[in-house]
């Protein structure tokens, strides 16, 4: 079963604009990553924040993570018609072997 | 340095072939995996492997066999094909352990089973 469930299914901005996606899991985790997916292609590692930090920055990326409402928010500032993909988030849980389990991702379309 | 090499792209099967798709990493990373996406599924684990070796199942391993015999290389094998493995299929590999890093992911082989 999906660890994590991505929210909106699909999001249509303008350059410039800011995206935010959403992600929601199940289970206790050791951390959460978010991917992206062009289309055709294999998926990009963009970022991984850990369950003890609540906010983290990659250039125009801004996660955030609530492990007490087990949410997560991927926030891209100013998009670029180039931000045009899928986007996913992906735990590892705090048992086992500590996998990837991904989530059912969101299609973001960026207009000029 | 090529990172995770997934071959075939492309392949058509019919209903009860067998085949094996090829994942090789030159990273001398420990950690693989194969995953399948399906449209409106995301991505879901088949089997993993954490060294040369040793493998285990993950989410949907049936129809699905795995070996890790060196560092570099986890082919996937499907044993008797059917229609519901139609699907994309990813390879992946990381170098970190208890998943402290990002995964690297191979370009995919898109098989149809009719």
């Known amino acids: 079963s999906q660890q994590g469930e991505e929210d909106p299914q699909a999001l249509s901005i303008q350059e410039g604009e800011n995206a935010t996606m959403n992600c929601s899991y199940k289970?206790?985790?050791?951390?959460l990553q978010w991917y992206r997916q062009n289309s055709g292609r294999g998926l990009v590692h963009l970022i991984l924040?850990?369950?003890?930090?609540r906010e983290k920055h990659s250039g125009r990326l801004r996660v955030t993570l609530d492990t007490s409402k087990k949410s997560s928010s991927l926030l891209i500032t100013a998009s670029r018609a180039a931000d045009t993909a899928s986007y996913f988030c992906?735990?590892?849980?705090?048992?086992?072997?500590?996998?990837?389990?991904f989530g059912t991702g969101t299609r973001l379309l960026v207009s000029p | 340095n090529a990172g995770v090499t997934q071959t075939p792209k492309f392949q058509v099967l019919k209903t009860g072939q067998s085949m094996t798709l090829q994942c090789a990493q030159d990273?001398?990373?420990?950690?693989m995996s194969w995953y399948r996406q399906d449209p409106g599924m995301g991505l879901r684990l088949i089997h993993y492997?954490?060294?040369?070796?040793?493998?285990d199942q993950g989410e949907v391993p049936n129809g699905y066999n795995v070996s890790r015999s060196t560092t570099e290389d986890f082919p996937l094998r499907l044993l008797s094909a059917a229609p519901s493995q139609t699907s994309v299929y990813f390879c992946?590999?990381?170098?970190?352990?208890?998943?402290?890093?990002?995964?690297?992911f191979g370009s995919g082989t898109r098989l149809t089973v009719v």
């Open positions: 990273m001398n990373h420990e950690y």
């Open positions: 289970t206790s985790i050791n951390n």
């Open positions: 992906a735990t590892v849980m705090n048992t086992g072997f500590q996998k990837l389990v």
């Open positions: 992946a590999s990381s170098p970190y352990r208890q998943g402290s890093g990002g995964y690297t």
């Open positions: 924040i850990r369950s003890n930090e």
């Open positions: 492997s954490v060294g040369a070796g040793i493998t």
